[in-house]
T-cell receptor, first 115, second 111 residues
Framework: DADVTQTPRNRITKTGKRIMLECSQT?????MYWYRQDPGLGLRLIYY???????NKGEISDGYSVSRQAQAKFSLSLESAIPNQTALYFC??????????????FGPGTRLTVL | DAKTTQPNSMESNEEEPVHLPCNHS???????IHWYRQLPSQGPEYVIH???SNVNNRMASLAIAEDRKSSTLILHRATLRDAAVYYC????????????FGPGTRLSVLP
């Protein structure tokens, strides 16, 4: 089974709808991240969380919110989806307790289309 | 964070070495150099990282210029599976890993 899973993998929705993307991990990591990828722009950080009680805005948090329900779960919400939020969304995790390098592990991505 | 510059795309023949350059002229003394790659239809994956000395692992080698203003990711024998977008990222230390991924270099491997 994959260590970082994302649901759904694909979603088509309409403008104005509320959408939730979910991320779960079995790696036991305390740090979790949400990124957005647009063609030709690489990945941009939306939100990140270093533990259950910690939530931080990333580079492009406007229009998004997150919830860290447990150490293993980190959800991304679009309260009122708009077409320019059409993108590929990735969740990632890393282990903040390691003294060495804290590699980020990415999920398979969720492709979201807002019509 | 300091900015990195990479070529948009590169091509290589299978089983030949590949040198992927990255310029980071504004790097600070404490910035680590990270490389990730993204295979088609997958999330990014870690390749290698370093600070000052050249680094080797099972996937690749990282050659860092003496002035640290540039680095090169070396794939010793490219395979078709190495076709991916390669990202060079600078990040202060290992903490607060809110990476900023630029467009990266799209590597094509020809059979």
């Amino acid at each position: 089974d994959a260590d970082v899973t994302q649901t759904p993998r694909n979603r088509i929705t309409k403008t104005g709808k509320r959408i939730m993307l979910e991320c779960s991990q079995t790696k036991g990591h305390d740090r979790m991240y949400w990124y957005r990828q647009d063609p030709g722009l690489g990945l941009r950080l939306i939100y990140y969380s270093f533990d259950v009680k910690d939530i931080n805005k990333g580079e492009i948090s406007d229009g998004y919110s997150v919830s860290r329900q447990a150490q293993a779960k980190f959800s991304l919400s679009l309260e009122s989806a708009i077409p320019n939020q059409t993108a590929l969304y990735f969740c990632a995790t890393s282990d903040g307790e390691l003294r060495g390098y804290n590699e980020q592990f990415f999920g398979p991505g969720t492709r979201l289309t807002v019509l | 964070d300091a900015k990195t510059t990479q070529p948009n795309s590169m091509e290589s023949n299978e089983e030949e070495p590949v040198h992927l350059p990255c310029n980071h002229s504004t790097i600070s003394g404490t910035d680590y150099i990270h490389w990730y790659r993204q295979l088609p239809s997958q999330g990014p994956e870690y390749v290698i990282h370093g600070l000052t000395s050249n680094v080797n692992n099972r996937m690749a080698s990282l050659a860092i210029a003496e002035d640290r203003k540039s680095s090169t990711l070396i794939l010793h024998r490219a395979t078709l599976r190495d076709a991916a977008v390669y990202y060079c990222i600078l990040r202060l230390d290992n903490y607060g890993q809110n990476f900023v991924f630029g467009p990266g270099t799209r590597l094509s491997v020809l059979p």
